[in-house]
């Protein structure tokens, strides 16, 4: 019973365009959600997050928002840039686990020059 | 400031042998923790720390035992190895001194189970 659901496994961009990936969610205990962002043969790396007290979180050319009643979530990278295909992860933080973070499967994104 | 360090990038082992994956930080953090990355599956948690001399279970910790004498070192113990492990393992850590706190991410150890 996957918590933390990314449906999409890959998307294709075109360098400039809005990349806009999702991501589902089912425990209404999580209350920390971020996004990580992995190159082949590297670990994840941090990429933004949100509190479940907002609604929108916005860094550079990164923006997450957050739509609780729906338990969704959802990262907006305008423009995308060649050098953001990647593979990234949604997470989830339950608030009463000792923080430990639920994983969604992956999006594989690739902006096309 | 090396951050999180994992060793060896790479092992091939046969089923039945036992083997201790490395992972140090130099970063002071109190939260360490291991997660393995499986084909379609995401990070599943297999262990964590929130302090020396303290570990617990994550989602899947058959198979794996872990200790946590320093704050620097968490290694993860493969007791006898099985091809369900054949996987890629990512030692994480943070500060757990707020409520935005981020994992930090070490580069990964590809195992292969025979």
């Known amino acids: 019973d996957q918590q933390v659901k990314q449906n999409s496994p890959s998307l294709s961009v075109q360098e400039g365009r809005i990349s806009i990936l999702n991501c589902d969610y089912t425990n209404s205990m999580f209350d920390y959600f971020l996004w990580y962002k992995k190159y082949p043969a590297e670990g994840p790396t941090f990429l933004i997050s949100i509190s479940s007290i907002k609604d929108k979180n916005e860094d550079g050319r990164f923006t997450v928002f957050l739509n609780k009643s729906a338990k969704h979530l959802s990262l907006h990278i305008v423009p995308s840039q060649p050098g953001d295909s990647a593979v990234y992860f949604c997470a989830a933080r339950d608030s009463g686990s000792a923080r430990q973070l639920t994983f969604g499967s992956g999006t594989q994104l690739t902006v096309l020059p | 400031n090396a951050g999180v360090t994992q060793t060896p990038k790479f092992q091939v082992l046969k089923t039945g042998q036992s083997m201790t994956l490395q992972c140090a930080q130099d970063?002071?953090?109190?939260?360490m923790s291991w997660y393995r990355q499986d084909p379609g599956m995401g990070l599943r948690l297999i262990h964590y720390?929130?302090?020396?001399?303290?570990?617990d279970q994550g989602e899947v910790p058959n198979g794996y035992n872990v200790s946590r004498s320093t704050t620097e070192d968490f290694p993860l113990r493969l007791l006898s190895a099985a091809p369900s492990q054949t996987s890629v393992y990512f030692c994480?850590?943070?500060?757990?001194?707020?409520?935005?706190?981020?994992?930090?991410f070490g580069p990964g150890t590809r195992l292969l189970v025979l």
């Open positions: 970063m002071n953090h109190e939260y």
């Open positions: 994480a850590s943070s500060y757990s001194g707020t409520i935005q706190e981020t994992q930090y």
């Open positions: 720390s929130v302090g020396a001399g303290i570990t």
